[in-house]
């Protein structure tokens, strides 16, 4: 089974403060996203990244950062939290196909702002 | 720009009735369209994806073009298809996906 990991559950921060959201997959994937998912919204594409050191704007980038340094994690960077960013963050991947492939979701982070 | 739409935020339907979902969508070109669900406290994962026309635990989805529609149907529903439903189509080069705003189903015993 394919495995995504995301490294907190639960995180309570004060606005203004950086704030990493860790994740991690296990199955080789060269496609790893960042949505965050809000009642009433659905979940909105914030960035995404084809491949190792490469990463490209979703819909919603402004106030946030990605980086990806290896191929099986991919980080998403707040680098002044605001009260707005308080969410779910669902990180996610898949492998590279001819097709739109299957997408493996972690269990995500939930994030409070104060 | 591409976007998928979900009229319903809520629905409830007593178990064995009947159950559509309501998803349209809006793209210039060939969509590629999903259901993924959510049950309580697990998470979001696939359930169907058109290019497949497959039934996956009693629920189907067909493409409309003309209607620019792909509604999730069971005849009967369970009550453990209780759960959150999103619609989502694949665009541009990278195949990401949109995401509708989801419908909370509860199948009521």
């Known amino acids: 089974d394919v495995k995504v990991t995301q490294s907190s559950r639960y995180l309570v921060k004060r606005t203004g403060e950086k704030v990493f959201l860790e994740c991690v997959q296990d199955?080789?994937?060269?496609?790893m996203f960042w949505y965050r998912q809000d009642p009433g919204l659905g979940l909105r594409l914030i960035y995404f990244s084809y491949d190792v050191k490469m990463k490209e704007k979703g819909d919603i980038p402004e106030g946030y950062s990605v980086s990806r340094e290896k191929k099986e994690r991919f980080s998403l960077i707040l680098e002044s939290a605001s009260t707005n960013q308080t969410s779910m963050y669902l990180c996610a991947s898949r492998i590279e196909l001819g097709v739109t492939g299957e997408l493996f979701f972690g269990e995500g982070s939930r994030l409070t702002v104060l | 720009a591409q976007r998928v739409t979900q009229p319903e935020k809520l629905l409830s339907v007593f178990k064995g009735a009947p159950v559509e979902l309501k998803c349209n969508y809006s793209y210039s070109g060939s969509p590629e369209l999903f259901w993924y669900v959510q049950y309580s406290r697990q998470r979001l994962q696939l359930l169907l994806r058109h290019i497949s026309r497959e039934s996956i635990k009693g629920f189907t989805a067909d493409l409309n073009k003309g209607e620019t529609s792909f509604h999730l149907k069971k005849p009967f529903a369970q009550e453990e298809d209780s759960a959150m439903y999103y619609c989502?189509?694949?665009?541009?080069?990278?195949?990401?996906?949109?995401f509708g705003s989801g419908t909370q189903l509860t199948v009521l015993p």
């Open positions: 199955m080789d994937h060269e496609n």
């Open positions: 989502a189509l694949s665009s541009g080069s990278a195949r990401q996906l949109t």
